[in-house]
């Protein structure tokens, strides 16, 4: 029998699988030079939003092991 893999514990941390098996992340320019971005753009920064379709075969793959 061969060993397990492990889940990559990083991406653990950033993501969430839905009920409906979809992923949750949140969105990246939240951390700092704030000043200059309007207050309606950091409202928005900080909703989590869905995984396009693009990347949700890489990181269900990297979550799942």
């Given at each position: 029998?061969?060993?397990?893999?492990?889940?990559?514990?990083?991406?653990?941390?950033?993501?969430?699988?839905?009920?409906?098996?979809?992923?949750?992340?949140?969105?990246?320019?939240?951390?700092?030079?704030?000043?200059?971005k309007s207050a309606?753009?950091?409202?928005?920064?900080?909703?989590?939003?869905?995984?396009?379709?693009?990347?949700?075969k890489r990181?269900?793959?990297?979550?799942?092991?």
């Amino acid at each position: 029998m061969g060993n397990k893999m492990k889940s990559h514990r990083g991406a653990m941390k950033r993501f969430k699988v839905t009920g409906a098996g979809k992923i949750k992340r949140h969105k990246a320019y939240k951390s700092h030079i704030l000043t200059k971005k309007s207050a309606k753009r950091k409202r928005g920064l900080r909703q989590a939003t869905t995984l396009t379709s693009a990347d949700l075969k890489r990181i269900k793959a990297v979550l799942s092991k």
